[in-house]
């Protein structure tokens, strides 16, 4: 058996068009570019999972109405291991804790945030 790189995406603010939180049936629309991201992913065969706080159930639902699902290996709730996490609440770390990572902490917006302030 080969190994498969497995990408692991992030679901609100990074597949849709999360803008803060509307509720728990509010999954927004997808992003624009995510299928052809997602079908470039899976012809080079990249094992793609989605993870997210929210009921996998419902994203799952969301893929199937949108006809990503089979463009999708696994939605779970739990942090899989991955190659790269594609998440808009993220920092690099670069293997040292000091002083700039506190600041940039301390001063975190993610994209969405950015463009609504």
């Given amino acids: ?3 498969i790189p497995t990408i ?3 679901f609100d603010g990074v597949m849709n068009t999360y803008d ?3 509720g728990v049936n509010e999954l927004f629309q997808p ?3 995510l ?3 997602l079908v470039k992913l899976q012809e080079k065969n990249y094992r793609v999972v989605i993870h997210s ?3 996998p159930t419902k994203i799952i639902s969301w893929l199937m109405k949108y006809d990503l ?3 999708v290996q696994e939605v779970t709730d739990k942090k899989p291991s991955a190659l790269v996490y594609l998440d808009d609440r993220a920092l690099k770390f670069e293997g040292v804790f000091c002083d700039a990572v506190i600041a ?3 001063t975190f917006k993610t994209h969405w945030e950015k463009k609504n302030a």
Avoid: H, P, V
């Fill in 1 to 3: 058996m080969s190994y």
């Fill in 8 to 10: 692991c995406l992030d």
């Fill in 20 to 22: 803060g939180w509307k």
């Fill in 31 to 33: 992003r624009e570019g």
């Fill in 35 to 37: 299928k052809a991201f």
């Fill in 53 to 55: 706080t929210r009921n």
């Fill in 69 to 71: 699902g089979n463009l």
């Fill in 104 to 106: 940039e902490i301390f």
